[in-house]
């Protein structure tokens, strides 16, 4: 029988069949009672592998989202221990360094906090504690920064290596966890609201958030610990800034003991395929540029640092005509002579780095022209160029209410 539950494939049969039969309405103490020694050393590889064939199979990603806390249940006392002995991963800085750091403040608050303070109000039912619980729901809701660099900047990399269901499994918890906050908070703002109904959902949301706290360390890292390189983990290390962080100080800078040129986000450009072009951003081809701009629902027109005209974009509905024979000719030469002086004033300041931006709007029969000014400058914030977008607010001005529907 031992043979029998090493063999992977027959544990992934029985791993499968554990799922279904809670999808078809047993317990978790009858399944659990059922599998507790069968599922003995199940790693967490093998439950990604199994979340990914059931939904290839089939399953809705809902449904195997509504599985996950109960099967996340099933598997604690099981799941073992496959942390690689990687020092890297202690050193702060180290993408799961900070995960787990924020994951350690994310359990503080709430155990140490909310969970005492949810207990007061349901014996006591005082509701002058509520702005204390809307205190702390305005620091659990930092949140959000901590699943926003999970979900944009770690399951890029899962996806890339094929591994795209627990994403899509944890992204859509993660927003249940949002959605459960925001909606505390506006009950918070509602006059006459119970008392039983805000620690019900109270409970309800930091129950989820303490079981992807489970999920995240003893599924999601381990498997993205056996998946990812060095060079990928810096990548996450040095964009994670941007999004920010969930109760702690920003991290320190890690700098892993053998420091290279990442191979996928810093290629040179040398490296690139013939026709793309890199930006700090990404990689895109002339063509998808050139596209993308002409796509827009505005009029692009670009000058150089000396006034010449360098670029338009080539869309269908242009308000105002141009053509090819601009290019490479100065701005002022563009304009009447009664206007050149406003043009030359307008950059005059640009350049002094007295204005940033110049905006203006006119009517134009059934238009109503929104014509704005930007000076372009680089990181050192020397002068660029100026940028000048155009666009019809008319359609914008008389939108009324809302649509969350497609058309």
């Not at 040129?261 to 990404?282: H, R």
């Not at 050149?340 to 950059?347: A, F, P, T």
């Not at 990181?379 to 001005?397: A, F, H, R, S, W």
């Amino acid at each position: 029988m031992s043979e029998l539950i090493n063999n992977r494939e027959y544990r992934q049969k029985v791993l499968k069949e554990l799922i279904m039969e809670l999808h078809e309405g047993k317990s978790v103490d009858e399944v659990k009672e059922r599998f507790a020694k069968l599922i003995e050393g199940v790693t967490a590889s093998e439950i990604s592998e199994m979340e990914q064939n059931l939904i290839m199979e089939g399953m809705p990603v809902e449904e195997v989202q509504r599985l996950c806390d109960v099967h996340a249940e099933v598997f604690k006392g099981s799941i073992e221990d496959i942390h690689k002995p990687m020092e890297a991963i202690d050193m702060p800085g180290h993408p799961v360094h900070t995960l787990k750091l924020e994951n350690k403040r994310i359990k503080e608050l709430i155990e140490k906090e909310i969970k005492p303070l949810l207990a007061d109000l349901e014996n006591s039912g005082d509701k002058s504690r509520l702005p204390e619980l809307a205190e702390m729901l305005e620091r659990l809701w930092q949140i959000d920064k901590h699943y926003s660099r999970k979900e944009n900047l770690l399951f890029p990399y899962l996806e890339k290596y094929g591994i795209t269901a627990p994403p899509k499994v944890m992204w859509g918890v993660d927003d249940e966890i949002r959605n459960g906050i925001k909606e505390l908070k506006g009950l918070l703002e509602q006059d006459g609201v119970s008392v039983e109904s805000l620690v019900s959902t109270a409970k309800e949301t930091i129950n989820k958030t303490s079981e992807m706290i489970f999920k995240e360390e003893n599924i999601l890292i381990p498997m993205a610990l056996d998946t990812l390189t060095e060079d990928e983990w810096l990548n996450i290390a040095r964009e994670s800034g941007e999004i920010g962080y969930t109760l702690i100080s920003p991290p320190p800078e890690w700098v892993p003991e053998r420091t290279g040129v990442a191979k996928d986000m810093q290629k040179t450009p040398e490296a690139l395929p013939k026709g793309n072009i890199k930006f700090e951003t990404g990689i895109l081809t002339q063509q998808e540029l050139e596209y993308m701009l002409s796509t827009l629902p505005v009029d692009i027109t670009f000058i150089d640092k000396d006034d010449t005209v360098k670029f338009f974009s080539n869309n269908a509905d242009r308000i105002f005509a141009r053509t090819k024979a601009v290019i490479g000719r100065t701005v002022q030469n563009c304009h009447p002579p009664a206007s050149v002086q406003v043009v030359n004033k307008l950059l005059e300041d640009f350049k002094a780095g007295k204005k940033d931006s110049e905006d203006f709007w006119i009517k134009m029969g059934d238009l109503y022209v929104y014509i704005r000014y930007f000076a372009i400058r680089n990181d050192k914030g020397e002068y660029l160029g100026t940028m000048e977008v155009t666009q019809n607010i008319k359609p914008i001005q008389e939108i009324q209410g809302e649509k969350r529907l497609m058309s």
